[in-house]
């Protein structure tokens, strides 16, 4: 696992250097657990009202991009010769204006997607900030611009005990890592899941379309234009399924790095050990959600009780495994 003392440039800085950005952990008087408290307090929703608007424009601007490639690589290959150079055209244009603004602006949304997920778990987990990581705090104006205006019913609901509230019956350290294993499981097993069926989903239509084509008896160079002009969308879908790939192996690393952390805390390790530790697998977590590409809501609504479930049966099986190795 990349060691998070480990900055992009490839220099390694000391703990101590690291550490000098950080508030210092409130080691010196116990601290109480109230996740289960914090994670209802209406600032800590509004911080995730407008996570979760964020990206929401995130995805709308990449599920736009896409349909429009879709649409313009289809209506070029059916249409006269005489238009075809008029799509070529717009195809042009849409690709320029995806690398020009379009994928930069995503990856901002992203970021600051990243960073309103950052202060919740700041908040309700009583972390310490790494201002070497996170810089500063979301300006309020911002929480406020992307929370002011409430979000459909159901998904206003699901906002509340965004951790499964039992872990506020164990100390603070335990329930903190709880949670944050809670994180890293739920997107790895969402981002295998739709990888898996997204391929389930891409394949087939491909050699349904092929073979539609030879039914209905186009030529191979119809055939062929209609294919090549799907080329972008098809290295778009690639792209992303080998981007989630790599973001679920970082998830296993983490998940390492929490298994580790998870051994030292049944063993009786000093919760100011486990604060740092979970401080540093929060640096990891951020990185991760500023780098990682989106998942259609309609999907993750799709899989969300499943998950939910799931996520909820672990926390309280390790609640049960700290209680036991803790008496």
């Known amino acids: 696992m990349t060691s998070p003392k480990r900055i992009a440039s490839g220099v390694w800085f000391s703990t101590r250097r690291i550490d000098s950005y950080m508030t210092p952990v409130q080691a010196s008087s116990p601290q109480t657990n109230n996740i289960a408290i914090d994670q209802v307090r209406p600032e800590a929703i509004d911080l995730l009202r407008a996570r979760d608007r964020v990206y929401g424009y995130a995805k709308i601007l990449q599920g736009v991009f896409v349909l429009v490639m879709i649409v313009i690589g289809v209506l070029g290959s059916v249409v006269s010769a005489d238009h075809k150079p008029i799509f070529g ?13 379009l994928e930069s602006h995503i990856k901002r949304l992203c970021k600051l997607g990243a960073q309103l997920g950052e202060e919740f778990d700041i908040k309700v987990l009583n972390l310490s900030r790494n201002q070497f990581i996170a810089d500063r705090p979301v300006a ?39 949670c944050q294993r809670t994180n890293i499981n739920y997107d790895a097993r969402l981002r295998t899941s739709y990888a898996a069926r997204v391929l389930q989903a891409v394949l087939p239509l491909m050699g349904g379309l092929l073979i539609a084509c030879l039914t209905l008896g186009m030529s191979l160079e119809a055939t062929v234009s209609l294919i090549s002009s799907l080329l972008p969308v098809l290295n778009w879908v690639a792209r992303d399924l080998r981007k989630n790939v790599e973001a679920t192996s970082q998830l296993e690393k983490l998940r390492s790095e929490f298994d580790r952390l998870w051994a ?4 009786g390790a000093m919760p100011d050990e486990l604060s740092q530790g979970s401080r540093r ?6 990185q991760h959600r500023g780098n990682t590409t989106l998942i259609t809501d309609c999907f993750y609504q799709r899989m969300r009780s499943k998950s939910e479930d799931e996520a909820g049966a672990a926390a309280k099986r390790l609640i049960e495994e700290a209680r036991t190795a803790l008496i």
């Not at 030292?264 to 063993?267: E, M, S, T």
């Not at 697998?281 to 951020?286: E, G, K, M, S, T």
């Open 281 to 286: 697998l929060q640096d990891a977590i951020f």
């Open 264 to 267: 030292r805390a049944l063993d």
């Open 89 to 101: 055209l717009l195809g042009i244009f849409a690709l320029l204006t995806d690398v020009i603004y």
């Open 140 to 178: 309020p104006e911002d929480v406020r611009r992307y929370s002011a205006e409430l979000l459909h019913a159901d998904r206003e609901r699901q906002l509340h005990n965004w951790y499964e509230p039992q872990v506020g019956q164990v100390p603070l350290a335990i329930g903190r890592l709880i």
